[in-house]
């Protein structure tokens, strides 16, 4: 009788120690195909982005949601599928749709800077620059400093609500990220105009 108890004991104590690698394996699984599907939207996303005619590009922006959502159904917590999802329906102007995909993602993961800067675009969208600017910003501070959108876009805001030093700040951070920036070149060249004291000029 006592064999049999310790070979039952030994027995459970293999199903606990083994069972969940076997669950986490099929996790893995189901996390890596779920980034397939992000890595196909992201493909055609990025193709749509390149287009210089955009006019008939909703069968782009329609397989790219597609392949997302295949994503989120594999696996729900995949950041990558929501803030492709985000992606393209800021582009098709949903911009209700778009913030409640990165909230939801930004519920799962609340220290990822891509969702922090997508967020950002949305309230920038929306024209609220105040709001805009804390999800810059935190973006800004987790790893994209030197990314060249977040500086324009904080720039951009910044110059929104008359913060001119601000925004000056990050036109310069962007044009030196990237030089040969038109946009923020001009957008600094402006401000500059805007305050200078033409008064003193002879």
């Not at 980034?35 to 590009?57: A, M, T």
Request: aromatic share 14%.
């Amino acid at each position: 009788m006592k064999k049999i108890i310790f070979v039952f004991i030994i027995v459970l104590a293999c199903c606990c120690t083994f069972c969940p690698l076997k669950s986490y394996a099929a996790e893995t699984g189901f996390a890596s195909l779920s980034n397939e599907y992000c890595v196909k939207g992201d493909k055609i996303l990025d193709y749509y982005e390149r287009l210089q005619d955009k006019s008939n590009g909703d069968r782009y922006l329609n397989a790219a949601k597609y392949f997302y959502y295949q994503a989120s159904r594999v696996d729900l917590s995949n950041p990558n599928a929501l803030i492709g999802r985000a992606r393209v329906a800021l582009y098709q102007n949903r911009i209700r749709d778009a913030k409640n995909d990165l909230m939801v993602a930004l519920n799962f993961n609340e220290v990822n800077p891509k969702v922090s800067f997508y967020l950002g675009e949305v309230f920038f969208l929306d024209g609220d620059y105040s709001e805009a600017i804390d999800y810059y910003n935190w973006a800004y501070s987790h790893g994209y400093r030197y990314d060249y959108k977040t500086n324009l876009k904080l720039g951009v805001c910044y110059e929104k609500l008359d913060d001119v030093k601000r925004a000056k700040k990050h036109y310069t951070n962007a044009i030196n990220i990237m030089p040969a920036s038109v946009e923020a070149k001009a957008r600094l060249q402006g401000l500059d105009a805007i305050n200078t004291d033409y008064s003193k000029v002879k």
